[in-house]
């Protein structure tokens, strides 16, 4: 049974580097049937806050993919336990009574593998001591005697090797009994029969540790998939610290992405479906994902100190806005509005023909709320130029008079406007171009747009004819 875990720690934001993580695991579990999981690692008391878990499930909930179970590490912590007390009892770990900050001191001139006196200590005395109440960590007994190395077939980098002399006697708990997080995290994947494990390239060498505690734990280790990492334009690690807002996924949500667009942007960081295909539907991503499709190369993400939006996203983002079904982006656009407060005026139908007519020219849906603001509210700025094409020659007058033939009118359409507006500048013997432009510029404040006469029938006859008035009296 294939069963993929997605595993933050909430010590901050959802990084769009995690995203990418849960998104490839998601999409690997939908490909081949399997099951989806959530498990928050959420053991490091000191660092974890409730903000970063709810910023977490924000994200997450906002690129819309879902889970199928869901558990928390902290609920967890008797079988982290049980499972050190089971490999200190075949052996294969060891009570570590150095007092803190000693060992570091101690090793501060090269690598430090393991404790030999702690490692060597007589089970009797170390069961005395432990019976005493004296504080230790437990160490993993790496093999150095009968092991050379420690193996795996990594599905993105291949064969991995690394001689068990190279791995520390590593930490499974701390002096105060809490797990450290290579015990609870395989621990966990035991329990819960994890059967791929999909993380960032920056966990790789962490596997051969991980292997050694499956095997102690009498377990077959999952397969291994690591991720190449995400970076800045310069080259450096995509940092919470570093790069602030950059790398937090509501981020793009604020500025008006859908979760879709956003989550086809990343997934061809580091992944291509290898036939040049960039906008993909959910479907279509679920379909041609593979890790043979993962490049080992780190993916640049772009952005600039003055602009944390990738070019490339914002450009996905309008494909997706442009095309994606009506009656799916109406009601986002609507939440937009509300968030704005701004009004529908004409109601859910009318809503959905001018998103759809105003879609054409927009990247985002905070578009909607700033560059359509002339759609939903009555006060709205008039940019330079197209107070120029008011200023021509007769357009105000002319413009003033349009407005009264269309008040007067039996019938309100883009065809009975467009008849109606060519009708008036052949008879004042002007070009229809003077009319057109100028209306544009009095009905929505912007030198251009959609078509001028579907730009009438969206803002209505009685708006229409109070801003064709409105200019023609200043």
């Known amino acids: 049974m294939i069963r993929l875990r997605f595993a933050p720690s909430p010590t901050g934001y959802l990084h769009i580097g995690s995203a990418r993580t849960f998104i490839f695991n998601w999409l690997y579990a939908r490909r081949h049937g399997g099951t989806m999981i959530l498990r928050i690692d959420d053991t490091d008391l000191e660092r974890n806050t409730q903000a970063s878990l709810d910023s977490i499930f924000d994200g997450l909930n906002w690129l819309g993919l879902g889970w199928d179970e869901q558990y ?45 006196g702690m490692r060597e200590l007589p089970a009797e005395e170390s069961d005395r001591r432990a019976a005493a109440g004296e504080p230790f960590v437990l160490r993993y ?163 600039k100190d003055q602009d944390p939006i990738d070019p490339k996203a914002l450009w996905l983002n309008s494909q997706h806005l442009r095309s994606m079904p009506i009656e799916d982006l109406a009601p986002m656009v609507k939440a937009e509005l509300d968030g704005a407060g701004l009004a529908v005026p004409y109601g859910d139908e009318w809503l959905s023909r001018t998103v759809d007519v105003l879609r054409a020219r927009f990247f985002t849906l905070k578009d909607f709320a700033t560059r359509a603001r002339a759609y939903f509210a009555d006060d709205f700025p008039i940019e330079p130029d197209a107070l120029g094409k008011l200023d021509q020659p007769q357009a105000r007058e002319l413009l003033g008079e349009l407005g009264s033939r269309l008040a007067a009118s039996s019938e309100f359409s883009e065809q009975s406007v467009e008849a109606e507006l060519r009708k008036l500048a052949a008879e004042r013997g002007v070009k229809a171009g003077l009319l ?12 251009v747009g959609p078509s001028a006469f579907a730009v009438f029938a969206a803002i209505g006859r009685e708006r229409v004819v109070a801003r064709l008035g409105k200019v023609y009296a200043q």
């Open 141 to 303: 007994r790496v093999p150095r005697e009968t092991r050379a190395d420690v193996r795996f077939a990594d599905a993105v980098y291949g064969g991995q090797c690394k001689a068990t002399a190279d791995v520390e006697d590593f930490a499974l708990l701390r002096s105060d009994g809490m797990p450290t997080y290579h015990l609870a995290s395989c621990a966990d994947d035991v329990d819960l029969r994890i059967s791929h494990i999909v993380r960032g390239q920056d966990h790789l060498s962490n596997t051969f540790k991980h292997i050694l505690i499956f095997e102690s734990l009498g377990a077959d280790p999952p397969r291994f998939a690591h991720l190449p990492l995400l970076v800045a334009p310069d080259g450096a690690k995509l940092s919470k610290r570093r790069h602030g807002p950059v790398v937090s996924v509501t981020t793009y949500r604020d500025a008006g992405f859908l979760p879709h667009a956003y989550v086809n942007f990343l997934c061809l960081l580091g992944w291509s479906p290898k036939d040049n295909r960039e906008q993909m539907s959910r479907q279509e991503l679920i379909e041609a994902f593979s890790f043979e499709g993962v490049n080992r190369a780190n993916a640049v993400v772009n952005f």
């Open 436 to 447: 057109i432009n100028g209306a544009r510029a009095a009905l929505t404040g912007q030198p």
């Open 72 to 116: 928390r590490q902290s609920e967890r912590l008797a079988q982290h336990r049980q499972a050190a007390e089971a490999i200190f009892h075949k052996g294969h770990a060891y009570r570590d009574f150095t007092p803190a900050g000693s060992e570091e001191k101690s090793h501060a001139a090269g690598p430090w593998l393991c404790n030999p």
